[in-house]
Nanobody, 123 residues
């Protein structure tokens, strides 16, 4: 079971990036995937979560700017990030073997993690 996060990089404030989480070793259809992020000196926080029935959940700080989606045929989950702000700067991780729990998901509840991809928002 593996998750591979990619798509991070440098973006200007107001810009966009799309993160990808490619999964292998299991059938994506049957699993919830969440994105978390961790900024320097801060705790890891939930960003977005998509459940097996395609219900989606977002942190208040990213609502209206980020969109999570899944392509089960490509075994990939995406996080489209628009209107980026400097406070979005962090290492972003995708994770599975956990649940969205109506939006109350916590990083401690996810068992399998990707390696992280760095997003830097700066002018």
């Amino acid at each position: 079971v593996q998750l591979q996060a990619s798509g991070g990089g440098l973006a200007q404030p107001g810009g966009s990036l799309r993160l990808s989480c490619a999964v292998s070793g299991f059938t994506l259809t049957y699993y919830t995937i969440a994105w978390f992020r961790q900024a320097p000196g801060k705790e890891r926080e939930g960003v977005s979560c998509i459940s097996t029935d395609d219900s989606t959940y977002y942190a208040d700080s990213v609502k209206g700017r980020f969109t999570i989606s899944r392509d089960n045929m490509k075994s990939t989950v995406y996080l489209q990030m628009n209107s980026l702000k400097s406070e979005d700067t962090a290492v972003y991780y995708c994770a599975t073997h956990g649940g969205c729990y109506g939006g109350t998901y916590k990083h401690q509840e996810f068992a399998t993690w990707g390696q992280g991809t760095l997003v830097t928002v700066s002018s």
